[in-house]
């Protein structure tokens, strides 16, 4: 069959933010869905949500209530959601109660009813809530799985895109007849992990299209569910190319041992102990691509935005006016129960918003720290779709990292996860001549060449100062305990220097 030949599906707006996504571009019109979860997953919200979207007074909503809430109880919440529009009711969305036809009646005079409301409307979108709720005994199961059926049938000719929401606990899915009359089937969850409530949603069944698979991320608010897709919305946009423009730190003899600075859509990694100067390099990081008119982000875990700039302020860099220009966002995401997802969209929401090149996370124990208990076990997995779909927009990310020190490893992270950083920069105390020091030393630069020299550095007022040249004076300096070398008096050789640098 050629494309010509097929069957066109429209599809219609979830009114979800972030779903559309999700269920590969919007919802097949004329579906049969159902929404299933336990109580206070969601699944009431969902389904409003894609009626206030969907409804108009051509082709109306009937959202009929059985034996759960009331339809004005109902409403009495729903209206506290921004989606909510009172001028849609009744013209476009109609509230039928069924519950008296339910508790004097069979299922047969339920469909009659549900068929006579239908045929008198023309509905573009039916609701039945709950549809479960219509079983009052257990050997009426079938009776059920019948009434669904002939639901199907008969809203399938009507062409309208049907829901029915009913609360099922994930082990009757597998044995349960029911969900293989739907078109689509919607699992919401909500789950306790600890002190922390975490909400995911699953599009285990839809027909006609490829949805993202795996458990999606949820979050109720005052503008009722947000969707945090795992491919971050990423899906549909070109990567771009990786490109040869070098981006500096503002800090020439860094820039020198970078062989002339970070690879613009590299990862880069800052790791050392506290107080090594991890945080002044990402900002000093961040305000160079400011003065190069690249736009930045700097997400931030362990500190107000406000404290975080007026550090940058005692080092001489204004991280004040890029905010009120438009042109720096620094982000606070510390919000209970955080999911990587979330994290990401409020990232991904600042990037497009202010067109930024540049990306500071500080730190990964704080953002690991921020994070639900549940999604902590998956962090490093996370963090690597995260860090790809960034850097494949082409933002240049620097990630900071605490490491523990020890005296007989050289470790570069505590989340082993070297290997999803283009560029390492190892920062680290030693022990010289009574005097508690610290060296830099760029450890890995995918792609490029760099200087293997061991540098030693200083924060002062303007930030992180390179001194020197290469510590050449003593052994074992990466162990923190060096020993001092015969070769202190011998000066640097610059054919050597020039032969270091043509190593890879």
Not at 137 to 162: C, V, Y
Not at 244 to 257: A, H, N, T, V, Y
Not at 433 to 446: A, E, N, S, Y
Request: net charge negative; hydrophobic share 40%.
């Amino acid at each position: 069959m050629s494309a010509q030949d097929k069957v066109k599906i429209n599809k219609l707006p979830t009114g979800v933010s972030g779903l559309d996504e999700i269920v590969g571009g919007g919802l097949p019109e004329f579906s049969f869905n159902i929404i299933a979860g336990a109580p206070g997953s969601g699944k009431t919200t969902l389904a409003h949500q894609f009626v206030f979207a969907n409804a108009t007074p051509e082709r109306p909503a009937l959202y009929f209530t059985v034996l759960g809430e009331s339809a004005i109880k109902m409403l009495r919440y729903q209206q506290q959601y921004t989606f909510f529009d009172p001028a849609k009711l009744p013209d476009s969305i109609r509230f039928i109660n069924l519950s008296q036809v339910v508790l004097e009646k069979d299922l047969g005079a339920v469909l009659e009813e549900i068929t006579k409301e239908v045929e008198k409307a023309n509905p573009a979108v039916v609701v039945v809530d709950s549809f479960r709720t219509m079983v009052r005994k257990p050997e009426s199961d079938m009776d059920l799985q019948s009434f669904i059926q002939r639901l199907a049938l008969f809203l399938a000719s009507w062409q309208a895109t049907t829901f029915l929401i009913g609360e099922y606990a994930e082990e009757e899915l597998r044995d349960n007849p029911i969900f293989t009359v739907a078109d689509g089937l919607f699992w919401l969850r909500q789950t306790a992990e600890r002190n922390s409530i975490v909400r995911k949603l699953q599009i285990i069944k839809l027909r006609g299209q490829a949805s993202v698979p795996g458990l999606h991320t949820f979050r109720i608010t005052e503008a009722g569910i947000q969707a945090f897709s795992r491919t971050f919305g990423l899906t549909a946009r070109a990567k771009n190319p990786v490109g040869q423009r070098r981006l500096s730190f503002g800090i020439p003899e860094l820039d020198k041992m970078l062989g002339g600075g970070v690879r613009e859509g590299d990862s880069v990694l800052v790791a050392g102990s506290s107080g090594t100067g991890k945080s002044v390099l990402a900002t000093q990081f961040i305000a160079e691509g400011i003065r190069e008119g690249e736009p930045g982000i700097v997400a931030v875990f362990e500190e107000r935005p406000q404290a975080y700039a007026e550090r940058a302020a005692s080092l001489g860099l204004d991280l004040e006016t890029p905010q009120k220009d438009g042109k720096l966002s620094i982000l606070y995401l510390r919000p209970l129960d955080l999911s990587v997802d979330e994290t990401m969209q409020s990232i991904l929401d600042a990037v497009q918003k202010i067109g930024a090149k540049r990306l500071v996370i500080d730190s990964l124990a704080g953002f690991e720290m921020a994070l639900s208990p549940g999604f902590r076990a998956d962090f490093r997995e996370s963090l690597y779709r995260m860090i790809f779909a960034l850097t494949g927009i082409g933002v240049t990310i620097l990630s900071t990292v605490e490491v523990d020190e020890s005296f007989t490893e050289f470790p570069f992270s505590t989340y082993s996860i070297s290997f999803l950083c283009d560029d390492i920069i190892r920062l680290r105390y030693v022990s010289i001549d009574g005097q508690l020091r610290k060296i830099m030393v760029v450890i890995k630069m995918r792609g490029g060449n760099h200087a293997k020299d061991i540098r030693e550095y200083e924060i002062t007022s303007k930030g992180v100062v390179i001194l020197g040249k290469r510590l050449i004076n003593y052994q074992g300096l990466i162990t923190g305990i060096p020993v001092h070398s015969d070769r202190s008096a011998q000066e640097e050789d610059p054919s050597h220097d020039s032969e270091s640098k043509n190593q890879t």
